[in-house]
């Protein structure tokens, strides 16, 4: 109730500033996690959302596929979409990660949308207030945080659980996950700014 309180106390335009800083933020966190899609090596490794790095053993995981080092120096590359067929012993790894990856990847791409309509729309308010386009400012970041939180949940739930049953070392969230896991949290404050920006205005 004091955070609401706090909320409904400042002004509509400081409201929209601080939703214009928060949302960029977000985009841009959404955008990096949305190159995760990518299924290059060297992308797997900077913006893995799934990670292993125990016993020698090395895996950087994103949402098309993984590359793997072992003990020995061996490396492989191997995409979701070419071992989901059934023929091998990690399938049900990949027809899960494949899955959850084309569906995390539309989502995310979605809440970067909705993302960028709060920026656009949170700088016209800081100096033209207008109740119904703060009305729809408000469901925008709600959309947005909730098609990057489903987005969140479905790739690091089901794919990061059988990352787990698959490997007997510890797996960790990568830097992908992490950074969208930070852009969804900033869009839901921008939401509880647009719900203060909107008491704010009909007062």
Partial sequence: FQVIYILITMSQSLLNILSVVFSICSFVFFLVGCIGYASGERTMKNVAWI??????????????GLFMRDPSGGTGLYLFGNCADGGNQNSDLCSTCLKD?????????????????????SGILISAPNSMMQLGNMISAFMAGCFSLIGFGLFMGDCYIEFDHTFSQAVHYGPGAIIVLLGLLMMWVTFFF??????VGSK
């Fill in 51 to 64: 990670t292993i790095n125990d016993n020698g053993l090395k895996v950087w995981a994103d949402l098309a």
């Fill in 194 to 199: 647009q719900v203060g920006a909107v008491a």
């Fill in 101 to 121: 990856g084309n569906a995390a990847f539309a989502l995310i791409i979605i809440a970067t949308v909705f993302a960028m309509v709060n920026v656009v729309m």
